[in-house]
């Protein structure tokens, strides 16, 4: 066999292995064995390249480089419209009746489908291959985004079987697996970044990011449910779909054929349980007509087919016994109460805590040891307790108390004056402190140590190798094989990334020193202004609060920390370790258009990210701002904006623009 053939024959294996495991659950070699294989395309694939296809399994991982500088946008060939909601089995049942009517009496079968939360997506296959993949957008106009949909490894990128049309559109969703989005958000909880409310905006928002290693990274799924083109095999979209997954794509097996109402209202409550055991977001069913004849005869309304209709789920709640309440211990000390519950599934995960945020809040829900209570996850898929079962209260029930001391060290807590949270003030010898603040330094919006999670921070801080972050850099290779569990790649891997590390600019040092209240982009807009650790450790209280940003909390936090001798110790060994203390160059200002603007940031955006946009407004001379005021000037609204920020922002009469009316702003 020549070189040629080897390597289509293992691109050809590896497509098979891989359909095996993330579109039929079921691999038939081990991940060592893939991995095996992979390596020998990949080191073929280099010496090479005369052979390179950018379909090959080797480039499922995507590229690192943000060589996107936006997204192209086309015009759907068909239409992507959206489908008529009810709420009922009666409204479900009412369209099934007016279906018949306007078939004058022809027999209907319909088929049941889940309807799958996430982001919709257009793909176009040209003889057997993924030529092209577009976002919903607008309905008539989308965004090619074929370089992340191919990181996404349920859809094929080539063709197996036979029988599929020269050029066809198959249609489906983007889907977070539930897994993936919890892993993300513990990600952005841990970075102190907001939580995505639920997995569609986790799966719109990854969708939309111009790096496709960082797409692939996140763990994306599909599910495809609709085959449109000239020349479809069959005459039926039930049979068309049969013939989709025979062909590699990830078709619910949960579409089923219905003949009838009673059938239908069946469906409706056996997946009104059953999707509670699903591994991905679901909010509803969708039925549709199967003939595509009768669809034609059908028609469309202005918005929606008439020959479909989506059923929605209601917000699912349960109730549940308190077994306790914890108090957790975040890295800057703040002390928050955190509900112990028996387990219950809940949208697909089972709920087994869920916070109380703060004394406060925990008071007003007043609750009391024994209690029963509701959880909740609606829209905003974080679980959160929405009340108490006053009617299973024990009759001897006591409130649940707000701890006086540190859970971990024992330290009596102090209340931070004008905000709700209890805090323990041994920031040096708190164990759940020092171990937060080396998993925040490691992080990868700060100084990005591969191989440093929350295990090995916890791990290296009992060993007694690193007590505080600067300790880090005296780590060796030896001392980290030393330890339990620790092989020569976990330990080439950290030394790599802790040397990697020193190259990281002031800005992201900054935030990763964990000063209280100095944020990501306070840490940002401080860097970009005073240039240096020194020139910011000899600033006054008056010349600190003139940067923008900086009020008198953050000012007064920014002195106290470096008061403290073990501060600036630490930043004496940082400084010898050679991180950058202070910035290359300064960060020249692109314009002043946005001077004195203030703009707050919501929803997904298709052209930037949301990190762009934000340096954009600053490079400009803007400010962000995270929450919207009467002082707000301008919303820069994406898709799936909040709808409560729309309400108040149209309360304060405060203008809504687009990205497009944003990037002609600043020309």
């Known amino acids: 066999m020549d070189i040629k053939q080897r390597i289509e024959s293992l691109r050809a294996l590896l497509n098979e ?21 992979m390596h020998e395309l990949e080191a073929l694939e280099r010496e090479h390249p005369e052979y390179d296809d950018p379909l090959s399994p080797t480039h499922r991982v995507g590229s ?3 060589s996107l500088s936006g997204f192209e946008q086309v015009e759907h060939i068909y239409p992507m419209l959206s489908l008529a909601n009810t709420y ?34 257009s793909l176009i296959y040209e003889h057997g291959r993924l030529v092209r993949a577009v976002t919903r957008g607008d309905g008539t106009v989308g965004d090619v985004v074929t370089e992340n949909v191919k990181t996404i490894r349920s859809i094929p990128l080539q063709l197996k079987g036979e029988g599929y049309p020269d050029f066809f559109e198959i249609r489906g969703e983007i889907l977070m697996p539930w897994k993936s989005f919890e892993r993300l958000n513990a ?27 960082e797409v692939a990274r996140r763990g994306l799924d599909a599910r495809l449910y609709y085959l449109l083109g000239e020349n479809l095999p069959y005459d039926n979209h039930y049979d068309n779909m049969k013939a989709a997954r025979s062909w590699g794509f990830k078709v619910s097996d949960a579409m089923t054929l219905l003949d009838s109402v009673e059938a239908v209202d069946r469906y409706i409550s056996h997946w009104d349980q059953a999707r509670r055991e699903l591994p991905v977001a679901t909010d509803g069913l969708v039925f549709k007509i199967n003939s595509l004849r009768q669809q034609l005869n059908l028609g469309f309304t202005a918005k929606s087919p008439r020959w479909a209709v989506a059923y929605k789920f209601k917000a699912e709640r349960a109730a549940t016994p308190l077994r306790f309440v914890s108090f957790d211990v975040g890295r800057m000390g703040i002390i928050t109460p955190v509900a112990n519950l028996e387990p219950v599934l809940l949208s697909g995960t089972v709920v087994k805590r869920a916070s109380l945020h ?50 971990a060290c024992g330290t009596p807590l102090v209340r931070v004056e004008g905000e709700a949270a209890w805090v323990c003030p041994n920031r040096w010898g708190c164990p759940p402190q020092l171990t937060g603040r080396v998993e925040h330094f490691v992080g990868r919006r700060m100084m990005d140590i591969d191989g440093i999670g929350e295990e090995t921070s916890e791990v290296l801080f009992a060993t007694g ?12 290779r030896d001392k980290l094989m030393g330890l339990e569990r620790f092989g020569e790649k976990s330990a080439d891997r950290i030394m790599d990334g802790i040397e990697a590390s020193k190259s990281v600019p002031f800005e992201r040092v900054l935030y990763a020193l964990s000063i209280p209240f100095v944020g990501e982009t306070t840490a940002r807009r401080i860097a970009r202004t005073v240039r240096s650790i020194d020139t910011l450790m000899a600033m006054s209280r008056e010349e600190l609060e ?30 010898r370790a050679g991180v950058q203390l202070e910035s290359a160059e300064a960060d020249a200002a692109v314009s002043d258009k946005l001077a004195g603007k203030s703009i707050v940031i919501s929803g997904v955006f298709a052209k930037h990210s949301r990190d762009e946009y934000k340096k954009m407004i600053e490079a400009n001379g803007g400010k962000n701002v995270g929450s919207i005021s009467k002082k707000t000037d301008y919303v820069l609204a994406g898709e799936n904006m909040g709808p409560a920020k729309r309400e108040k922002a149209e309360k304060l009469g405060i203008p809504l623009i687009t990205e497009d009316d944003f990037l002609r702003m600043i020309e």
């Open 17 to 37: 292995h891989n359909h095996k495991y993330y579109v039929e659950n079921s691999p038939e070699i081990s991940d060592q064995d893939f991995d095996a294989l």
């Open 465 to 476: 190798l690193v007590r505080d972050i600067a300790d880090i850099y005296e780590l060796t």
């Open 64 to 66: 690192d480089l943000s």
């Open 546 to 575: 003139a940067i923008e940003d900086v009020g008198p909390k953050v000012a007064e936090s920014i002195i106290s920390y470096f008061a403290a001798p073990q501060n600036k110790e630490v930043v004496e060994r940082l400084r």
């Open 187 to 213: 990600e952005r909880a841990f970075n102190e970044e907001p939580l995505f409310a639920n997995p569609r905006n986790a799966a719109a928002g990854t969708l939309k990011l111009l790096n496709p290693r």
């Open 88 to 121: 009922s089995i009666d409204d479900v049942d009412a369209w099934v009746t007016r279906v018949e009517t306007a078939l004058a009496g022809q027999k209907a079968t319909m088929v049941g489908e889940l309807k799958f939360d996430g982001t919709g997506i």
């Open 358 to 407: 703060n004394e406060d809040i925990m008071r007003s829900l007043d609750i009391c040891e024994g209690d029963t209570l509701y959880v909740e996850k609606g829209g905003e898929i974080i679980p959160k307790i929405v009340g108490v079962d006053l009617e299973k209260r024990p009759a001897d029930a006591k409130p649940v108390q707000f701890v006086t001391h540190c859970p």
